[in-house]
């Protein structure tokens, strides 16, 4: 009933994955975007969204959401950026219930998605730049943080999603 692409490890790798498994593609593609049916990216799997990634060379993503995958650059914080930090709403205008405002999440990353349409863009989070850290596309959501590891506020999310 719902499809959730979890995150771990490079966009290259991940990428590469989806299309060593014959018909994989097609088959998410089929189901998400002409079934409709409920997507979740988490970390790397919200970043495969996006038209292309830039880790370990420039690899095509999935295309679903205008944006690219690009490193952190933050001045003089360590990489990877690692620990709780703030996800702040700047777009409430999307259809998965998102009751929690302004509360921290848990991060692990080097890279972030580079959402194009201010549309797409519902969240936003600071780590020496400001990244996107939640998008949503119709029934598509990706969240850059891990909300199995989010204490009580990313089981909120996940169970929110499940309702969709």
């Known amino acids: 009933t719902h499809i959730v692409l979890p995150g771990q490890g490079a966009f290259k790798s991940c ?6 498994i014959d018909g994989m593609i097609d088959s998410l593609e089929n189901n998400i975007l002409n079934k409709k049916k409920p997507f979740l990216g988490i970390c790397v799997g919200m970043q495969l969204l996006a038209e292309e ?4 060379g420039t690899h ?8 690219s995958t690009k490193k952190l650059k933050p001045n ?5 950026h690692m620990g ?4 702040n709403v700047i777009n409430k205008n999307f259809d998965m219930d998102f009751p ?3 509360l921290d999440f848990y991060f692990v990353h080097s890279y972030y998605f580079d959402c194009i ?12 730049i400001e990244f996107t850290s939640i998008v949503s596309k119709e029934n598509i959501f990706g969240v850059q943080f891990h909300p199995e590891k989010s204490s009580t506020q990313g089981l ?6 499940i309702k969709q």
Not at 53 to 56: L, Q, Y
Request: no cysteine; charged share 25%; aromatic share 8%.
């Open 84 to 87: 709780w930090n703030n996800v």
């Open 156 to 161: 909120a999310i996940l169970k929110n999603f």
């Open 60 to 67: 095509d993503g999935l295309g679903w959401i205008k944006g």
């Open 53 to 56: 990634g830039r880790e370990n």
């Open 15 to 20: 990428i590469e994955g989806l299309k060593s």
């Open 117 to 128: 349409e201010p549309e797409n863009k519902i969240a936003v989070s600071n780590y020496g």
């Open 76 to 80: 003089n914080l360590k990489l990877p």
């Open 100 to 102: 929690i405002d302004n």
